[in-house]
Antibody, heavy 124, light 108 residues
Framework: QVQLQESGPGLVKPSETLSLTCAVSGYSISSYYWSWIRQTPGKGLEWIGNIYYSGNTNYNPSLKSRVTMSVDTSKNQVSLKLRSVTAADTAVYYC??????????????????WGQGTLVTVSS | SSELTQDPAVSVALGQTVRITCQGDSLRSYSASWYQQKSGQAPVFVIHGENNRPSGIPDRFSGSSSGNTASLTITGAQAEDEADYYCNSRDSSGNHVVFGGGTKVTVL
């Protein structure tokens, strides 16, 4: 059974860099895509980006200038860095496995499973 | 604003059927997936396409799509189905991923 566990500082100062790690167990990260998604308090879900185990990335255009994702296959984990944070980046951050398939010519994708999420607060 | 539009809230009587919709131009080309999020918990994948459910998700959950609208139907809603539901697909460029704003389902 695949399990994902996010970890990192729960408090980050404005203008600094948010750094999170997602440890994957029960499955090798050397297949599939892996994603980061966040949820601001009381709001909806926002996709941050995807990364393939090879290192290929795809980021949300609204965050692209501040985001870096990476993989460490030796540790079976995925990382997220978000630079120059502000209070607007306060959110619960989730990692998830992203699957893609083609069914009768239609592209399908889904996020499963998800980690439990980690709350990051940006405050001085 | 999201490229996928959902009604903010919907209610359903216990045992009745409720349909949750998700609208967006990209849905004409890309399939939607759906997620259930109960209060204080991480989202859980429910379904993609019509009947592609992970193990553990009851078959009272079904999906459909027509034109620019994807739908999640709960047939015979149970008290434990009360949650926020989010749709997910590609954006209009097809290059990025977007979520709908979510629909809060209340079971009466």
């Amino acid at each position: 059974q695949v399990q994902l566990q996010e970890s990192g500082p729960g408090l980050v100062k404005p203008s600094e860099t948010l750094s999170l790690t997602c440890a994957v167990s029960g499955y090798s990260i050397s297949s599939y895509y892996w994603s980061w998604i966040r949820q601001t308090p009381g709001k909806g879900l926002e996709w941050i980006g995807n990364i393939y185990y090879s290192g290929n990335t795809n980021y949300n255009p609204s965050l692209k200038s501040r985001v870096t994702m990476s993989v460490d296959t030796s540790k079976n984990q995925v990382s997220l860095k978000l630079r120059s944070v502000t209070a607007a980046d306060t959110a619960v951050y989730y990692c998830a496995r992203w699957s893609i398939s083609m069914v009768r010519g239609v592209s399908r994708h889904w996020f499963d499973p998800w980690g439990q999420g980690t709350l990051v607060t940006v405050s001085s | 604003s999201s490229e996928l539009t959902q009604d903010p809230a919907v209610s359903v009587a216990l045992g009745q059927t409720v349909r949750i919709t998700c609208q967006g131009d990209s849905l004409r080309s890309y399939s939607a997936s759906w997620y259930q999020q109960k209060s204080g918990q991480a989202p859980v994948f429910v379904i993609h396409g019509e009947n592609n459910r992970p193990s553990g998700i009851p078959d009272r959950f079904s999906g459909s799509s027509s034109g620019n609208t994807a739908s999640l139907t709960i047939t015979g809603a149970q008290a434990e189905d009360e949650a926020d539901y989010y749709c997910n697909s590609r954006d209009s460029s097809g290059n990025h991923v977007v979520f709908g704003g979510g629909t809060k389902v209340t079971v009466l």
